[in-house]
């Protein structure tokens, strides 16, 4: 079993900045995936941002240009640093993983409990 536990969350104004990040724990022999999802009030979970092992990295359109998704493959840890906040990203923010306990397993999906972001303005 993999834990992903997140820290980082909570109340900022408009324009401010935080750093969440989500560290993976357990059975790990490697992880493929690593991303956060949020979920507004009201709304469904939606993809903020991704990174592939290999390196790449995507994010969503409302993100772009002000959160960057970085990890560190030796601690199993993603970061999420948002910057140029807007009330329209309040959201619980979650982690999620891929990962294999051994090298010929399969890739399994792990969800982190979430972490509550509020932009006040």
């Known amino acids: 079993q993999v834990q992903l536990v997140e820290s980082g969350g909570g109340l900022v104004q408009a324009g401010g900045s935080l750093r969440l990040s989500c560290a993976a724990s357990?059975?790990?022999?490697?992880?493929?995936?690593m991303a956060w999802y949020r979920q507004g009030p009201g709304k469904q979970r939606e993809l903020v941002a991704l990174?592939?092992?290999?390196?790449?990295?995507n994010y969503a359109d409302s993100v772009k240009g002000r959160f960057t998704i970085s990890r560190d493959n030796a601690k199993n840890t993603v970061y999420l640093q948002m910057n140029s906040l807007k009330p329209d990203d309040t959201a619980v923010y979650y982690c999620?993983?891929?990962?294999?306990?051994?090298?010929?397993?399969?890739?399994?999906?792990?969800w982190g409990q979430g972490t509550q972001v509020t932009v006040s303005s």
């Open positions: 357990g059975s790990i022999f490697s992880i493929n995936v």
């Open positions: 999620m993983a891929t990962a294999r306990p051994m090298a010929l397993s399969p890739y399994n999906t792990y």
């Open positions: 990174s592939i092992s290999g390196g790449s990295t």
